[in-house]
């Protein structure tokens, strides 16, 4: 799943009830579009776009300037940004997809391994992806343990470990997971 956030935006300038010039709210506007596409070069980059005049073109989400995802920083080309393993599931899979600092993906599965470079677009899309705050949210053990045969996903980002098997509410992890599972093979 390749996400774009886009329509970062100040809100603008109105007139107020005494005629003066009303002072510039400091909200951001911040809305996500998901495609199911499978990376490719052609795929969507974030790409802001122009303040509109337009009052009826509302956001889809409104939130401060300060919870807005950026890019995590990239500190060298063997960084790991993320890693995550998706294990279980009734054929007993065990599957792996690295992203690494110098916009590499290795990926593991059967113990087959292959090494994609992704375009600027995509990586900057993951790293954004890895920069939502809403991840902070995410607890470290959200697993089902009366459910059987679900995939397990295991995610090591930002020096913390997540484990999940997707059965509760957290759609900033839902959508990294998405993404990263587009890097799979297909069997």
Do not use: H
Not at 46 to 75: G, I, K, N, Y
Not at 111 to 118: D, I, L, M, N
């Amino acid at each position: 799943m390749v996400c774009a956030a886009a329509a970062l935006a100040l809100a603008g300038c109105s007139s107020g009830d005494d005629g003066k010039a009303a002072e510039p709210t400091d909200e951001t506007v911040v809305t996500a579009t998901v495609s199911d596409a499978p990376p490719s070069p052609a795929s969507p980059s974030l790409s802001p776009s122009s303040p509109s005049s337009d009052a009826s073109a509302s956001p889809s989400v409104s939130v401060p300037a300060s919870a807005s995802p950026s890019p995590v920083p990239v500190t060298g080309p063997d960084q790991k940004l993320v890693t995550m393993t998706v294990s279980g599931g009734f054929a007993g899979v065990n599957r792996e997809v690295v992203l690494r600092g110098d916009g590499t993906v290795r990926t593991t599965d059967s113990g087959e391994s292959a090494v994609r470079r992704t375009t600027a677009a995509q990586f900057t899309t993951l790293r954004t992806l890895l920069g939502d705050p809403a991840l902070a949210d995410v607890p470290a053990f959200a697993i089902d343990m009366g459910s059987a045969d679900k995939f397990q996903y295991t995610l090591q980002f930002d020096g913390r470990t997540v484990m999940t098997d997707r059965s509760t509410d957290a759609p900033a992890l839902d959508r990294l997971i998405g993404a990263l599972e587009k890097w799979l093979p297909t069997n």
